[in-house]
């Protein structure tokens, strides 16, 4: 129940293309979903996150879609670039006052030019 | 800007040898994670802790691994004795607590056990 699942593990999309990666989680106490970005050799970057009370969320290229009755949520990147080419991970954090974070297991993107 | 810090950044190191792991959370952050990464298991949280106290260490193998903040700008992650199967990467990461959820990575120590 502490799981998120994230899909695909991995993705390869045109430059200018609009890679979709997917998460699903179970446990119905989390409130709080991030995505995280990391560059090779660097550590993951927060870049964008969702509280349940909302369906989407954007900022710049990226989007974030919530479903909260299929327990799913999702992130976009519109007008995909080579600089975007990265691994992504989703994560949720239960309510309650627990800063803690249970990752995906990750998602390498590559965008070719 | 402020950022995590941590050091060393690569450390390679023989089986049975001690490895001390040092982490500088960003100033006025006053909740730190302990991360370790792997292909196999992907980011696993190994202790966190909340104003210096440990909150959870339960992702930790107690028997060789252990943590602490000796002060509120300094985190410690230790392995004694390390082993092969140790070798990953490790990050800390910080955060402002009192229920702010975001977390801030440090660059991570490439730890090598041979």
């Known amino acids: 129940q502490q799981q998120v699942k994230q899909s695909p593990q991995s993705l390869i999309v045109q430059k200018g ?43 710049g290229r990226f989007t ?9 949520f999702s ?12 691994t992504y991970f989703c994560a949720a954090s239960l309510m309650g006052g627990s800063e803690k974070l249970v990752f995906g297991k990750g998602t390498k993107l590559t965008v070719n030019p | ?18 490895v001390t792991m040092r982490c500088q959370p960003i100033l006025g952050h006053n909740t730190v994670f302990w991360y370790r ?27 060789r691994f252990s943590a602490e903040m000796p002060d509120a700008t300094l985190a410690t992650l230790k392995i004694q004795p390390s082993e092969p199967r140790d070798s ?9 607590g009192r229920g702010a959820r975001e977390q801030y990575f440090g660059p991570g120590t490439r730890l090598t056990v041979t």
């Open chain 2, 37 to 63: 990464q792997t292909m196999m298991q992907g980011l696993e949280l190994l202790a966190y802790f909340r104003n210096r106290a440990p909150l959870d260490d339960s992702g930790m193998p107690k028997d």
């Open chain 1, 17 to 59: 293309g609009i890679p979709i990666i997917n998460c699903a989680y179970e446990n119905t106490a989390f409130d709080y979903f991030p995505w995280y970005q990391q560059f090779p050799g660097k550590g993951p970057a927060l870049l964008i996150a969702i509280r349940p009370d909302v369906s989407e969320k954007k900022e």
């Open chain 2, 88 to 96: 990953a990467v490790y990050f800390c990461a910080s955060g402002l």
């Open chain 1, 75 to 86: 992130l976009h990147i519109m007008d995909s670039q080579p600089g975007d080419s990265a």
């Open chain 2, 1 to 18: 800007d402020a950022r995590v810090t941590q050091t060393p950044r690569h450390k390679v190191t023989e089986m049975g040898q001690e």
């Open chain 1, 64 to 72: 974030i879609s919530f479903n909260k009755s299929a327990k799913q």
